[in-house]
């Protein structure tokens, strides 16, 4: 009996497909290594991306691993094998289940190859918070372990609201508590930042706060969007390393005392001793040098003002005046 042709040859297509599709297939890891996976693809392009790769080596098919933190719109995505773990950020509609047509949205942040190392990279993505709420002071310390420091860590503390006796006391405090990043010989690599958003408060205040930078080696940071005024101004030159960002601003006024007139309405005076100006005077030259310090405080005492004063914005202007350290 002659056997069929058509069949014969199915015999021996179907068993070289069938070796060449478990030959061609590879491994989402291999896939990271040719630098097919890169920072910033969104979802639709990591499944092109491991189209390749085996069952169980695919993110987007039954077994899959998904987990959603929602507070921090992070997604992480891995495969029944959970051989890479691909970590999206900016998720706000996540992926349903195991689809390969409901990915949702985010793009990708970074991939670590196992649970262990995505919960240490989260560490040092997501510092250690604590928050300190003092009357009209709110202070938060952010922590950031990381390999690079033999001793210390990464600090950040964010100082908001009046500064008052409160705040050179609490801030005296947590900056011995935050001691600078510093490498093997001893040497500081990153150090402690404190970030100030103050509207201002007590003068004398300001004093103690800055000099405590100054002691403590503490960078001091006025953000994008956000401002430093009056004695936060001047608290802000303690910083050894001074930043303001570019959309930052610093305002300077001449010191006043405030009251009241008979009417009820507030009123500030702007004559005060001149010992005390002078004091004010040599706080500046002692923070930013004789030059810069008498140039500041001339600027400074133009202003007779609560709300208004001498304002610098951004970087370039603010380390023009050697307000600032860099631009």
């Known amino acids: 009996m002659r056997s069929n042709p058509i069949c014969s040859l199915a015999r021996v297509i179907i068993p070289i497909f069938y070796i060449a599709f478990l030959v061609g297939c590879t491994s989402s890891t291999a896939v ?59 998720v706000n509609e996540p992926s349903k289940g195991c689809s ?12 670590r190859h196992s649970y262990a190392e995505v919960a240490e990279y989260f560490e040092q993505i997501f510092p250690e918070t604590e928050v300190y709420n003092i009357d009209t002071l709110r202070v938060t310390t952010e922590k950031m372990k990381t390999d690079i420091c033999a001793s210390g860590a990464i600090h950040k503390i964010i100082l908001e609201g009046t500064i008052s006796p409160d705040s050179s006391f609490a801030m005296g405090k947590l900056l011995q508590r935050s001691p600078h990043c510093r490498n093997s010989r001893g040497q500081v690599i990153v150090a402690t930042t404190v970030q100030l958003k103050s509207g201002g408060g007590y003068l004398v205040d300001g004093y103690k706060l800055g000099r405590s930078l100054r002691e403590s080696g503490a960078t001091t940071l006025i953000e994008n969007q956000t401002g430093c005024a009056s004695s936060c101004a001047v608290a802000f030159l303690g910083g050894k390393k001074r930043v303001v960002e570019d959309a930052g601003s610093v305002m300077f006024h001449a010191p006043y005392f405030s009251g009241k007139n008979s009417y009820g309405e507030k009123v500030i005076d702007c004559d005060i001793p001149e010992p005390d100006l002078q004091i004010l005077n040599d ?26 004063g001498w304002v610098v914005s951004g970087g370039s202007a603010a380390e023009l005046f050697d307000i600032a350290t860099e631009k």
């Open 283 to 308: 706080y500046y030259s002692e923070m930013v040098g004789k030059e810069a310090g008498d140039r500041l405080y001339d600027r400074t005492m133009w202003y007779c003002s609560a709300e208004d």
């Open 100 to 111: 390969r047509s409901k990915l949702g949205d985010g793009s990708l942040k970074a991939w």
């Open 32 to 90: 990271v290594e040719k630098e097919k996976v890169y920072v910033g693809m969104n979802k639709a392009e990591l499944k092109r991306a491991l189209g390749a790769t085996t069952l169980g080596e695919d993110p987007f098919i039954s077994g899959c691993f998904r987990q959603y933190l929602l507070e921090k719109k992070i997604e992480i995505l891995s495969s029944s094998s959970e051989s890479v773990y691909f970590i999206f950020e900016n």
